[in-house]
């Protein structure tokens, strides 16, 4: 125990940074395997390297916070383990970004080069989210920290490569993928976002081939695509088109004969009912392309300008190629019309640019025999999703999944283990680098460009931290992994990925629960983004009120699954919850003179007070625990906020006080010091989990055993909490609470004096009431100002011109005669009974006035006479009061 008592004001800034380095110092994070425990372990989604903490940072590790810090505590062997992610789109934006400043780009400093800029800035920048996050007091096992592109992990990455390579469940393919030219690669189908747009619907009009006068109106959303389409496609039962199917039509502005064909996939009531087909720039076209044997022409760069089939258009941007194309289309009478159209319109999820749907040869990975075995892992309940309503979303993805395009176009990332011979065309996939061809002997042979998309290494995060694929001691301790949290934004980005991955490789699933927690929205419900300007910096939230008010607030209020909103007052709400308790503690602290360690007290010498307070936290504790077992982490909140707020400061403390005061009684003084500690200590195990640093500050200054709370015990786990609870005493202490309470309301009603004492008559409705509050009168003369207290006797006239209220059992009245000045109060409601009279004739003359009636809006009419009838009503118990206090 520190010294006897903590400073005045409470500043989180005055001790925050010291207990997390004691912590991390004395290694309470780490987890080393102990086959005598049982292990419970987390795996951190690991942040991008590029990134800082924001809001959803800041919930996500709060959360994961709280249940390993709660597992700790009930003695599990628990592991945090700790990472980042590499991150390949969004660092290799970063570095060329940088690059770009110097005028210079990563194709003039080589692949080498570059890549050790990108080493260099993630060493410079790549730890900063670490450092946050231990701002947030997250206690990760820093000992195990994880990259994404460590040796261990680029290991394990290759290895599945090749493993599913050799499976023939990775397969290189032509196909049309989704491109961003922006960030200038493929990226696959759950990385595009597709919002709603208004566009237009181009009419073109193609000739048919040897016939001037005829033509085919088509309908399009992409003009400038137009340079890529081999044919027109029309339905087979469609009348319109039936004699023209078989012949060709021409191109406008290029000129090019291309056929027009019949295929079902065409909707007959789109448009004209006949399409544009342009098998190198759309999935649907590309298949039809297929059927019908139609060459595959190529319109875009990668970074989506107009290439060489664009004629006179070749290099121009691919928008303003779409302006100048409609132009020329008008001027030689090729477009029929333009209408407004409201489409949804794919875009890149990291850099939201308009995505071009373009064929490209790829790595893919064959999803459906990976797929089935994910969905049975969570249908069948070996893995639970807490709230369960996202089993089914994430089902029917599997259900209806396509196969993972995973090879990027670019630079920084695991790059593709495989080679291609110059000389015989051979395709390698190794484990090993090879420096000439296995097949011919050549050592004409380079490695594949392109690197892995970033998800893919997330994937196997579970057990490639863990070793994989060494047969490690914490792989077989620690893996499955026991809980995952997470958004629900990435249950398909990662989480499926994960199951696919461990059951494929890990030999069983990665995670036993999933826990789906939502986003953190501005006040207005809006999603936190740059381009709005409503993102909140949870360090500065730091700065201002401290960390534990932060996860105080983003867990409290909020349910699995659903997004909640960030409101400040919240966070100030959460602030004041910590100086109410830092209160109370300075209070015991003070009051801890003659405090003897050694003193029990025995069963007699608790009043019902104590006993009260001792059941109270004994539930709180079974309802916190309880409710973290069913992931309710904001309920659990809930419950320790109530107690601690009202039933531990605003009454036991109130109760103890007259016993802590009296040091000729020494006793009793002692009984009263024994129940605050035991009270206030275990209350602070109960909150380390969400508050950690206010609670270790507080628990290290008052009576305790060990070095720090977080590796004290979860107060649950002792078995003699249950032996606390008593029914009895609670029904009781209510009671006479409520009884108390009521007084407060009655004293209010008539402005008594603060300090001046009443006689209060208790008439029993309930016989068996009348020895409890014989036994504890001291608390309605201590709290409610309460003297004498009289009991009637059954039967008993009840006494007249008192004021009365009810509580189960109990009839309170508060005779008036001596508890306040009848002159002075008659004088007051006198002048109120003035003021009315004046406000209730102004509304009258108001209202009586036909020309204000006649022009003034209805809801005004109505406000007023409103205002008029809730002068009247008033003025009506002013003269009650009046009338009542003329009987004394």
């Known amino acids: 125990m520190e010294e006897n008592n903590i400073p005045k004001v409470y500043d989180p800034k005055s001790f925050e940074k010291k207990w997390y ?15 005598e425990k049982e292990p419970y372990s987390i795996v951190i989604p690991p942040p991008n390297v590029t990134g800082q903490l924001h809001m959803g940072h800041a919930l996500d590790n709060t959360l994961q916070d709280i249940l390993i810090r709660w597992r700790r505590m009930q003695g599990y062997n628990t592991l945090w383990m700790p990472g980042c992610d590499h991150a390949g789109i969004a660092t290799q934006a970063k570095v060329e970004g940088a690059l770009r400043e110097e005028g210079t780009n990563r194709y003039e400093l080589g692949r080498e080069k570059f890549l050790e800029r990108v080493w260099q800035w993630k060493e410079k920048f790549g730890s900063r989210i670490m450092s946050q996050l231990r701002s947030l007091g997250s206690s990760l096992d820093w000992d195990r920290e994880r990259f994404t592109m460590d040796e261990g992990c680029s290991k394990a990455v290759r290895e599945v490569f090749v493993s599913l390579y050799e499976k023939g469940l990775i397969y290189q393919g032509t196909r049309i993928t989704n491109w961003c030219p922006d960030c200038n690669t493929a990226i696959s189908d759950i990385e595009v976002e597709h919002e709603t747009e208004q566009g237009h619907l181009w009419h073109i009009r193609y000739q048919v081939e040897g016939e001037p006068d005829k033509y085919v109106e088509v309908a399009t959303t992409r003009p400038e695509t137009m340079f890529g389409d081999t044919g027109v496609a029309v339905h087979p039962d469609d009348e319109r088109y039936r004699d023209l199917v078989g012949k060709n039509v021409i191109l406008p502005v290029v000129n090019r004969v291309i056929p027009l064909f019949a295929d079902e996939y ?8 006949a399409v544009k087909v342009t098998p190198a720039h759309d999935p649907n076209d590309y298949e039809m392309g297929l059927r019908h044997n139609l060459e595959q022409v190529k319109v875009l760069s990668n970074t989506g300008k107009m290439l060489e089939c664009a004629g006179k258009y070749e290099g121009m941007d691919r928008y303003e190629c779409r302006k100048a194309l409609v132009k020329e289309l008008e001027e030689i009478g090729a477009l029929v019309s333009i209408e407004d159209h409201e489409h949804a319109v794919g875009h890149c999820s990291r850099c939201h640019s308009t995505i071009e749907p373009m064929i490209s040869t790829q790595w893919f990975v064959k999803m459906d025999t990976l797929a089935k075995p994910a969905a049975d ?3 069948d309940g070996r893995i639970k999703f807490v709230p369960e309503r996202f089993t089914k979303i994430y089902c029917q993805w599997l259900d209806n999944i396509r196969d993972w395009c995973i090879s990027r176009q670019l630079w920084w990332g695991h790059r593709i283990p495989a080679w291609y011979c110059d000389d015989c065309g051979e395709t390698t996939v190794s484990r090993d680098d090879i420096c000439q061809c296995p097949k011919c002997g050549s050592k004409n042979v380079r490695q594949d460009e392109d690197v892995l998309d970033t998800w893919f290494s997330s994937g196997l995060w579970p057990f490639e931290t863990m070793g994989w694929p060494e047969e490690t001691a914490e792989l077989k301790h620690f893996y499955p992994t026991a809980t995952l949290v997470t958004g629900y934004d990435i249950i398909f980005f990662w989480v499926a990925r994960m199951v696919m991955m461990g059951l494929e490789f890990g030999k069983d699933i990665p995670f036993k629960t999933v826990y789906i927690h939502g986003l953190v929205r501005d006040s207005q419900g809006r999603k936190m983004s740059k381009s709005l300007g409503n993102g909140i910096d949870p360090l500065e939230m730091i700065e201002e009120y401290g960390a534990d008010s932060l996860r105080f607030m983003l867990i409290t209020g909020n349910t699995p699954g659903n997004d909640m909103r960030f409101y400040n007052e919240r966070v100030e709400s959460a602030r004041n919850f910590a100086n109410k308790l830092w209160n109370a503690s300075r209070f015991m602290l003070m009051n801890l003179e003659g405090f003897d360690k050694s003193f029990v007290p025995a069963a007699e010498d608790y009043t019902m007070a104590d006993r009260w307070i001792l059941s109270r936290f004994a539930k709180t504790a079974q309802g916190v625990t309880e409710n973290l077992e069913k992931y309710e982490l904001g309920e659990a909140g809930r419950l320790i906020y109530e107690f601690i707020w009202s039933e531990f ?14 040091k000729e009684n020494v006793k009793p003084r ?14 602070l195990r109960l909150l380390h989990p969400f508050m950690p640093f206010i609670t270790e500050e507080i628990w290290q200054h008052i009576p305790h055993e060990g070095k720090s709370i977080m590796v004290s015990q979860w107060p649950a786990e002792d078995k003699s909490i249950a032996d606390l609870i008593d029914e009895d005493s609670e029904s009781s202490m209510t009671t006479i609470m409520e009884t108390i309470k009521t007084i407060r309301a009655l004293r209010l009603e008539v402005n008594a004096a603060p300090s001046k004492k009443s006689e209060v008559v208790l008439n029993f409705t309930d016989e068996s009431l009348r020895q409890v509050f ?10 409610a100002s309460a ?6 006797a059954a039967g008993a006239e009840k006494p007249e011109n008192a004021m009365a209220g009810v509580v189960n059992g109990v009839e309170i009245f508060l005779p008036l005669k001596d508890l306040i000045d009848v002159e002075k109060e008659t004088a007051r409601l006198n002048g109120e009974m003035a003021k009315l009279e004046k ?12 020309g204000f009636l006649a022009k003034a809006p209805a809801d005004v009419v109505a406000g007023e006479k409103e205002k008029l009838a809730g002068y009247q009503e008033k003025m009506d118990a002013v003269k009650a009061r009046l009338d009542d206090l003329a009987k004394l």
Request: overall charge negative; some cysteine; glycine content about 6%.
């Open 649 to 662: 400061c605003d009454w036991y403390i109130e109760l103890s006080k007259a016993r802590l005061y009296d």
């Open 670 to 683: 002692q009984t009263a010091q024994y129940v605050l500690g035991y009270v206030l200590e275990r209350t």
């Open 839 to 850: 406000e209730i004739s102004r509304l009258d003359k108001k209202l009586s006035n036909q």
């Open 774 to 783: 014989a036994d504890n009168e001291g608390y309605l003369t201590v709290l």
């Open 21 to 35: 380095g004691y912590w991390e110092e004395n290694k309470l994070f780490h987890a080393v395997v102990d086959e």
């Open 377 to 379: 892992a969570v249908r």
């Open 787 to 792: 003297e004498p207290v009289t009991h009637m």
């Open 266 to 273: 065409v909707d007959s009531a789109f448009g004209t009912g």
